[in-house]
């Protein structure tokens, strides 16, 4: 479960920053490893629930999902330091 939900942040990341991101491949790996994203990663448990909304292509559910993932306080550091790396 945990390669589709990479899989899948991978293609959204790409499609958010293009090659800008992938460019910082090394980076955003560190990131992936980091204490914020492994805290994170228990908070979301199995990732079904995002797996299915995005095999669904449930935008909405999505959407309430990635709010409260960047209600959190992994989420908002980690949410600023992508956006610092596309400045």
């Given at each position: 479960?945990?390669?589709?939900?990479?899989?899948?942040?991978?293609?959204?990341?790409?499609?958010?920053?293009?090659?800008?991101?992938?460019?910082?491949?090394?980076?955003?790996?560190?990131?992936?490893?980091?204490?914020?994203?492994?805290?994170?990663?228990q908070k979301l448990g199995d990732g079904?629930?995002?797996?299915?909304?995005?095999?669904?292509?449930?935008?909405?559910?999505?959407?309430?999902?990635?709010?409260?993932?960047?209600?959190?306080?992994?989420g908002a550091r980690i949410a600023r330091?992508?956006?610092?790396?596309?400045?």
């Amino acid at each position: 479960m945990d390669n589709n939900l990479e899989n899948i942040a991978r293609s959204m990341l790409k499609s958010m920053g293009g090659e800008k991101l992938s460019e910082k491949m090394s980076e955003l790996n560190k990131l992936a490893e980091s204490k914020d994203a492994q805290n994170l990663k228990q908070k979301l448990g199995d990732g079904s629930e995002i797996l299915k909304a995005a095999q669904k292509g449930d935008s909405q559910t999505l959407q309430c999902l990635l709010s409260s993932i960047l209600q959190t306080e992994e989420g908002a550091r980690i949410a600023r330091t992508i956006s610092d790396m596309l400045k």
